[in-house]
């Protein structure tokens, strides 16, 4: 019975991996002194992010705005990637920290 649920979560796994990337936002911090000027923390709920790609920042209070991954950190450890079921820090140049919110969504596109 075990090898069935290690299965089953397997291919969730994978089937999330592959669908759109979606991330909720659990915390923000200011940073400085480097390339980018917040990082916003949480878990990516599906999908995969890269270094580079332009993502929406879905914020309930500040309404929708497109963003530049310009850094993904696992615990302080720079990445070029991450998937579906990560904890992650993304990030972004040009975004006051007030503008992000715990509980704020991260989307593939600002579309629809």
Same mark, same amino acid.
């Given at each position: 019975?075990?090898?069935? $649920?290690?299965l089953v979560a397997l291919v969730a796994t994978t089937s999330l991996a592959d669908d759109e990337f979606s991330f909720t936002v659990m915390d923000v911090f200011k940073i400085s002194g480097g390339d980018v000027? %917040? %990082? !916003? $923390? #949480? *878990? +990516? =709920?599906?999908g995969t992010i890269e270094v580079g790609d332009t993502v929406c920042l879905h914020s309930e209070k500040n309404g929708d705005r497109e963003l $530049? +991954? #310009?850094? !993904? =950190? @696992? @615990? *302080?450890k720079l990445a070029t990637s991450a998937n579906a079921g990560d904890m992650i820090g993304i990030g972004v140049s040009g975004l006051e920290k007030d503008v992000v919110s715990k509980g704020d969504t991260v989307s593939a596109s600002c579309d629809g």
């Amino acid at each position: 019975m075990k090898y069935l $649920t290690l299965l089953v979560a397997l291919v969730a796994t994978t089937s999330l991996a592959d669908d759109e990337f979606s991330f909720t936002v659990m915390d923000v911090f200011k940073i400085s002194g480097g390339d980018v000027d %917040v %990082v !916003i $923390t #949480g *878990r +990516v =709920e599906s999908g995969t992010i890269e270094v580079g790609d332009t993502v929406c920042l879905h914020s309930e209070k500040n309404g929708d705005r497109e963003l $530049t +991954v #310009g850094a !993904i =950190e @696992f @615990f *302080r450890k720079l990445a070029t990637s991450a998937n579906a079921g990560d904890m992650i820090g993304i990030g972004v140049s040009g975004l006051e920290k007030d503008v992000v919110s715990k509980g704020d969504t991260v989307s593939a596109s600002c579309d629809g």
